[in-house]
């Protein structure tokens, strides 16, 4: 059995809550809710779970005053948490689910900015020279995943991902901007997986440095036959995996320069959120096991759809 470990650096408490329908300005009765440990890749790792028992190891920072929540949530899924405390609670985060209109919505609740104190940085500094590399040491496959919250420092990522590649790991980065850049300068992470707008910020701004910004969005927008180039000419310059997930649009990757487009399945969509996470699990846990890069896509995609059709974000039941 591949062993996988799943790091969070932004976990959240998902409240998802389901509507007749949600109409602005008016008061809205809710036909019933659930609560979920969260995080981009907490909800991977809880596909993991699912995929296979006992295959996941799921890191995250929690804050201390609400911690016990998500530690109950993340053992009823089986996800084997491991925790570092933060001062203040885990932010939450509010799913609305339309059943009229068949539309999700999501609210997050942002936490206070915390500051670095010395207790902080001593506290830093163990997790990452002792603690994650050791969890890095007993995977076979390490997902990173989501935004850094400013408290932790700008190397972070970058460090853990080095650590990752020179230790073997098979490496999948769902994070983008200035921290993928600055990651890409000190090593390749095996498979980048981000979104077509996310892809388009972070590689098409690198390269038009010094360039006049364009005046709207759609003037920043690239072509499809724009996008395909650019992701294989990364994915040939890096040597590596790069996939693009797209919405309701099929799935564009590259494999050492070499293109190819996956379709989706067309379902019926109940909740679209952490569909991007389910899709990391999937093509983690094929290619971990496989090898096989087409096979691999297919079940990303096939994981997606599965949790499309749920409340539940991430899952595939």
Not at 36 to 46: H, P
Not at 113 to 137: C, H, Q, W, Y
Not at 141 to 156: K, N, Y
Not at 252 to 277: L, M, Q, R
Request: glycine share 6%.
């Amino acid at each position: 059995m591949k062993k996988f470990l799943c790091i969070c650096f932004s976990s959240t408490l998902q409240k998802t809550v389901t509507f007749p329908s949600v109409r602005l300005e008016e008061v809205n009765r809710s036909d019933h809710y659930r609560l979920d440990a969260s995080g981009k890749a907490v909800n991977a790792a809880r596909i993991l779970a699912q995929l296979e028992k006992d295959c996941v190891t799921t890191f995250c920072p929690l804050g201390e005053l609400n911690y016990k929540d998500f530690e109950k949530l993340a053992k009823e899924d089986n996800l084997n948490l491991r925790y570092t405390k933060l001062p203040g609670y885990t932010r939450e985060c509010i799913t609305l689910l339309d059943k009229t209109l068949g539309t999700t919505t999501e609210l997050v609740i942002s936490e206070p900015v915390l500051k670095r104190t010395e207790a902080f940085e001593l506290s830093e500094k163990n997790l990452m020279g002792v603690e994650l590399p050791g969890m890095i040491d007993d995977a076979d496959a390490v997902l990173l995943a989501g935004s850094r919250p400013g408290i932790w420092c700008d190397d972070m990522y970058p460090e853990l991902s080095k650590y990752a590649i020179q230790k073997g790991k098979l490496l999948l980065v769902d994070f983008h901007g200035k921290d993928l850049i600055k990651t890409l300068e000190v090593c390749t992470p095996s498979i980048i997986k981000i979104n077509e707008d996310e892809f388009s910020w972070t590689f098409r701004k690198q390269s038009q440095q010094g360039q006049q910004k364009p005046e709207n969005k759609a003037d920043d927008e690239l072509t499809e036959t724009e996008l395909k180039n650019l992701i294989v000419s990364k994915s040939r310059e890096l040597n590596n995996i790069i996939i693009i997930t797209r919405g309701t649009k099929s799935v564009y990757a590259a494999n050492k320069g070499e293109f190819t487009e996956c379709p989706i399945e067309k379902v019926k969509a109940v909740n679209t959120t952490a569909c991007g996470d389910s899709f990391n699990a999937g093509f983690l846990y094929e290619y971990a096991n496989t090898g096989n890069f087409q096979a691999a896509l297919q079940k990303g995609v096939w994981c997606a759809s599965r949790n499309a059709e749920s409340e539940v974000p991430g899952t595939i039941h």
